[in-house]
């Protein structure tokens, strides 16, 4: 992120060499530099945390019919996974695939106590902000047996 900060420095202070700078126009330049990369850092975050959610929705990992998915398929799954975990640990960005920090979430349908997490939550831990809200579906509460509501 300092890498960009500083090239956009550089690109807003242009030929400014020549003439000796203002304070005033250093900060106005460092100001820009700083918030077009946040906003750069920003948008990039969202489209990869779009398609690592993607990657994990319910669609995704559904059990598809015999013969229609390849070891090969798979393999190049898990390696997409693994790929993209890499990526949004070196950007700082956590993944929340439990529905503990509901303030996260957003609860899409269901009835009952619990929640059963529909696409995982995605916070930029830079920030502190929610880059994109994961999604909760309610569900009956499970008692101590492992059964459902009255499933006794």
Known sequence: MIKGVVNGLQ????????????????????RKAVLDEFR??????????????????RSMCA???AGHVTADESAEVALLAQSLDE???????????????????????????SFEVL??????EMTGKV???GWLRRIPATDALGTRGGDA
Request: aromatic content about 4%.
């Open 11 to 30: 690109a807003a202070l242009g030929d400014a060499t020549a003439s000796p700078l203002s304070s005033t126009a250093l900060t106005a330049a460092t």
């Open 131 to 133: 880059i994109l809200a």
């Open 87 to 113: 990526h949004l640990r070196d950007l700082h960005i956590r993944r929340i695939d439990t529905a503990d920090e509901s303030e996260a979430f957003v609860v899409t349908e269901g009835e009952g106590e």
């Open 119 to 124: 696409r995982p939550a995605y916070v930029d």
């Open 63 to 65: 059990p598809e019919p």
């Open 40 to 57: 750069t850092r920003s948008q990039f975050a969202g489209r990869l945390a779009e398609i690592d959610a993607l990657l994990r929705s």
